[in-house]
């Protein structure tokens, strides 16, 4: 049992697995026992069955809508995390050379998995420019990337999880763009036409762990190396409708109740208005205050990780467990960076914000 006892639902601003719309979770109960009266639980039921193909086909039709993508482009559905793609793309896509961008520990980490295949001989990385002078707070300008003439792929990480450090603009590159998504797919309206692929681990900002998208151009498919494995190989995956073996069938249909609550909510433009607004009202609390502090430029700000740092780091531990008491957990931030960090994905609502920013100036005012 966990050491606090609630008898409802809290704020948890977890990194991920994050929380989730309660209206999907309510579906999901009700439809857990016996879905659509079936007899069966969607868990219970093969994916190569009518009911589960049609679940799966209404998953990526309504996130076909949401994101506007193109008919020349795959959806996959597929499992290992964003970090196996770390790899996958990697046996997919390189030949000669790839150029990366370094703005945080995410990227730094699909930085070093795709060194192993330097070093196995498929090819080179080369890290085009690293935020590391900026100590991960600010992108780094555009004139100075060290990019490749003629490289396979560019890969970039929009929204560092960990740092809080977001970059909205597209990259201007000639190579197809790379984009680990895990933490900001479908936070905003995106172009998906300019990407050549963009992957995304679910339990961040869609729900459930355990399922991993990958939306890739059609141009791209066919391209894996030798020793790319099956399960990995976009192509075949694409071939199969991604049940080259078993997919996670449970998490698919989730996401498809995610995707459907998305819809209901407005689409991509509405909750990004929301994510605005709440991003907003906690910066300008932190920002506010001498109380706490948030490092990162205003120009590269996440809109759905906020770490913040009180003034007095001693004071770290009562702050957690007081708003804990509040029931606004998991405010934590990463042991890289400390202090504290909200994680306020698409499922969080503006009331959640409003409880925390009125909880910090509270104890902002008891210290003081
Ligand atoms: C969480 C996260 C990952 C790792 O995801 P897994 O599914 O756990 O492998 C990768 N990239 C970003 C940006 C993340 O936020």
Same mark, same amino acid.
């Given at each position: 049992m966990s050491a606090l006892n609630f008898n409802k639902r809290v704020h948890n601003f977890c990194a991920g697995p994050a929380t989730m719309p309660t209206a999907v979770l309510q579906k999901a109960k009700h439809d857990l026992l016996n879905w659509h009266n079936s007899g069966s639980s969607v868990m219970e039921i093969s994916h190569r069955s009518a009911d589960f193909i049609a679940i799966a086909q209404k998953a990526e039709q309504d996130l076909r809508k949401l994101m506007h993508i193109p008919d020349n482009y795959r959806v996959l559905f597929l499992q290992g995390g964003a970090s196996l793609q770390f790899s996958s793309i990697v046996m997919n896509l390189l030949h000669g050379v790839a150029d990366y961008l370094d703005t945080g520990i995410w990227s730094k980490k699909a930085i070093t998995e795709a060194l192993r295949y330097e070093q196995a001989g498929l090819g080179t990385i080369n890290v085009v420019a690293t935020a590391k002078d900026s100590n991960y707070t600010r992108i780094p300008d555009v004139a100075t990337w060290q990019l490749s003439d003629n490289a396979d792929y560019f890969h970039y990480?929009?929204? $560092?999880? %960990? !740092?809080?450090?977001?970059?909205? =603009?597209?990259? #201007?590159?000639?190579?197809?763009?790379?984009? =680990?998504? *895990?933490?900001?797919?479908?936070?905003?309206? %995106? =172009?998906?036409? /300019?990407?050549?692929?963009?992957?995304?681990g679910a339990q961040k900002n869609i729900g459930p762990a355990g399922l991993t998208l990958v939306i890739v151009r059609d141009d791209l498919l066919g391209k +894996?190396? &030798? %020793?790319?494995? @099956?399960?990995? @190989?976009? !192509?075949?995956? +694409?071939?199969? =409708? *991604?049940? &080259?073996?078993?997919?996670? #069938?449970? +998490?698919?249909?989730?996401?498809?109740?995610?995707? $459907?609550?998305?819809? $209901?909510?407005?689409?991509?433009?509405?909750?990004?208005?929301?994510?605005? $607004? /709440?991003?907003?009202?906690?910066?300008?609390?932190?920002? @506010?205050s001498d109380f706490y502090h948030n490092p990162v430029d205003k120009n590269y700000r996440s809109i759905m990780n906020i770490p913040f740092t009180l003034s007095d780091s001693s004071l770290d531990k009562v702050f957690l467990e007081q708003a804990a008491q509040n029931g606004l957990l998991n405010l934590k931030g990463h042991k890289a960076v400390g202090g504290m960090r909200a994680s306020i994905y698409n499922a969080m609502d503006l009331t959640a914000i409003d409880d925390l920013v009125s909880f910090m100036q509270h104890f902002e005012c008891q210290r003081v």
């Open positions: 990480c929009p929204n $560092e999880t %960990i !740092q809080g450090l977001a970059m909205f =603009d597209l990259p #201007t590159v000639n190579a197809p763009i790379v984009a =680990d998504m *895990s933490s900001c797919i479908l936070s905003m309206p %995106i =172009d998906v036409s /300019k990407f050549g692929l963009i992957y995304a +894996a190396n &030798l %020793i790319c494995p @099956n399960t990995q @190989n976009y !192509q075949n995956q +694409a071939l199969n =409708d *991604s049940m &080259l073996n078993t997919p996670p #069938t449970f +998490a698919w249909y989730l996401s498809g109740l995610v995707f $459907e609550w998305l819809l $209901e909510q407005g689409g991509v433009h509405a909750i990004y208005q929301q994510n605005l $607004e /709440k991003a907003r009202r906690l910066y300008a609390c932190i920002d @506010n």
